[in-house]
């Protein structure tokens, strides 16, 4: 079946530094792929997405890019922030059914 | 709302009873989801509703957990006979669905904060 793998964490980080959290993915067909992030005592949100392969989803500094050849779904920022601090949850979804699958989630510590 | 509202926000019960936990998703969202959210094991698919269709109940871990969607909005997700594995934050989100030109779903999920569960 589907599934997504990711980094385990936590993640610590000074601020500035820079951050890629690593996903992974199984699926039979062609999926989309997604990072959420839930920042503390908030619901999770979409941070992006990417549809098809090659394709960059990015937002708020954060960058990931579609890699069909490799499976993966990197998430990159390149000057983390205190404010930076969440867990953020890697997700993929097929074409035939909109069932989506989340990873562990990652969690993220910037210290100031 | 503007939301999605789940409730209550927080269960307290005891061992064996029976609980109903509330989804009231985004107005015209055609999609529901449930997911259970447990310290270690990231977000567990439990069911999907999409529309009048059949839901996808494959993540419902035993018999014990049952959900509806009535009318098409709001969701009620119910575990009989509780236990203390049970105990974890139940998420609710909502969807409309959407493909983009080329394939793949473009619609976004908008959850709600949840209902902390806690069998004793």
């Known amino acids: 079946g589907n599934s997504v793998t990711q980094m385990e964490g936590p993640v610590t980080l000074s601020e500035e530094a820079f951050l890629t959290i690593n996903c992974t993915y199984t699926a039979t067909g062609y999926p989309s792929l997604f990072w959420y992030v839930q920042y503390p005592g908030e619901g999770l949100q979409l941070l992006l997405k990417?549809?098809?392969?090659?394709d960059k989803g990015s937002n708020k500094g954060f960058e990931a890019t579609y890699r069909k050849e490799t499976t993966s779904f990197h998430l990159e920022k390149g000057s983390v922030q205190v404010s930076d601090s969440a867990v953020y949850f890697c997700a993929l979804t097929e074409n035939r059914d909109d069932k989506i699958i989340f990873g562990k989630g990652t969690r993220l510590h910037i210290l100031p | 709302g503007a939301g999605v509202s789940q409730s209550p926000s927080n269960k307290v019960t005891e061992k064996g009873k029976d609980v109903e936990l509330r989804c009231d998703p985004i107005s015209g969202h055609t999609a529901l989801y449930w997911y259970r959210q447990s310290l270690g094991q990231g977000l567990e698919f439990l069911i999907y509703f999409q529309g009048n269709s059949a839901p996808d109940k494959s993540g419902l871990p035993s018999d014990r957990f049952s959900a509806e969607r009535t009318g098409g909005s709001v969701s009620t997700l119910t575990i009989q006979r509780t236990q203390q594995e049970d105990s974890a934050v139940y998420l609710c989100?909502?969807?409309?669905?959407?493909?983009?030109?080329?394939?793949?779903?473009?619609?976004?999920?908008?959850f709600g904060e949840g209902s902390r569960l806690t069998v004793l």
């Open positions: 990417a549809t098809k392969a090659d």
């Open positions: 989100a909502s969807s409309l669905r959407a493909r983009a030109l080329a394939g793949g779903l473009t619609g976004e999920l908008f």
